[in-house]
């Protein structure tokens, strides 16, 4: 990493330390990290789309990470593009199941497909997105398969019944038992 460049990002970070207050910012491998409040998230977005010294006008990606034993449990990181400055940044926001997250649709349209996906598996309500559906999953899913709490095997089955010419959905049944490994005697096949 050029030396030049970590400390532009630093003077970067302090700059945008000055007017939003209640941010915290870390660089990692060259990459700066904003972890915000969620009252902040629509203004901090806003701000690096539109201002000279950002223009971060790129919506890279959104993801959510799941850690059920924390009190706010997802991570929403936001990764956003310059190409003006030819710079990465990410926004970090923490929530958890029951509040909702403002949708950032209204500054950057991309988004509409990144929170739709993030609502269908995890389970994350973005307020004011006007399309707020599933995409990836049946309308009748029950669940939110990529939470760390969703069975591995899922609620139901959907095969096709080829005797009976039709689709069957059936609720999932394990077909056999759990095995019981004897490992310290792993080379004697009489067990």
Not at 29 to 47: C, E, R, S
Not at 65 to 93: A, C, E, G, H, M
Request: charged share 20%; aromatic share 18%.
């Amino acid at each position: 990493m050029n030396k030049s460049f970590l400390i532009l990002l630093t003077n970067y970070r302090n700059y945008l330390k000055k007017i939003f207050p209640q941010t915290f910012s870390y660089i990692i491998n060259g990459d700066l990290y904003i972890k915000t409040p969620l009252n902040n998230l629509t203004k901090l977005i806003f701000f690096l789309k539109m201002h000279s010294q950002s223009q971060f006008k790129v919506l890279a990606d959104i993801c959510a990470i799941d850690y059920p034993w924390k009190k706010y449990r997802f991570q929403i990181y936001y990764n956003l593009l310059s190409l003006t400055f030819n710079s990465r940044i990410n926004v970090v926001v923490d929530t958890d199941e029951n509040s909702s997250i403002e949708s950032i649709t209204q500054i950057h349209s991309t988004a509409n497909w990144f929170e739709r996906e993030i609502w269908d598996l995890f389970g994350i309500y973005f307020s004011n997105n006007k399309d707020l559906r599933r995409i990836l999953t049946d309308y009748g899913f029950k669940g939110h398969p990529l939470r760390k709490d969703f069975p591995l095997s899922g609620y139901i089955e959907v095969r096709y019944f080829h005797n009976e010419k039709r689709i069957l959905v059936e609720e999932v049944s394990l077909m056999q038992d759990y095995r019981t490994y004897y490992f310290n005697n792993t080379w004697n096949l009489n067990i």
